[in-house]
């Protein structure tokens, strides 16, 4: 099932991200790392109550 406000809140920390790293690319290489350490690994292996808790609504 898709979450149409996760994938906007996907969609505008990309553009962040995207921003961020071309002004100074250790800080957007932080940030994706934090994107996809920390949110997908809930996102694709969470439980549903780790999902209901940290994913946003």
Same mark, same amino acid.
Do not use: C, W
């Given at each position: 099932?898709?979450?149409? #406000?996760?994938?906007?809140?996907?969609?505008?920390? #990309?553009? !962040?991200?995207?921003?961020?790293? #071309?002004?100074? !690319?250790?800080?957007?290489?932080? !940030?994706? #790392?934090?994107?996809?350490?920390?949110?997908?690994?809930? !996102?694709?292996?969470?439980?549903?109550?780790?999902?209901?808790?940290?994913?946003?609504?």
């Amino acid at each position: 099932m898709k979450n149409d #406000a996760l994938e906007k809140v996907e969609d505008h920390y #990309a553009r !962040l991200v995207e921003i961020v790293g #071309a002004h100074d !690319l250790g800080v957007g290489i932080t !940030l994706g #790392a934090h994107q996809s350490i920390g949110f997908k690994g809930i !996102l694709l292996f969470g439980n549903p109550k780790q999902k209901e808790k940290y994913l946003p609504k």
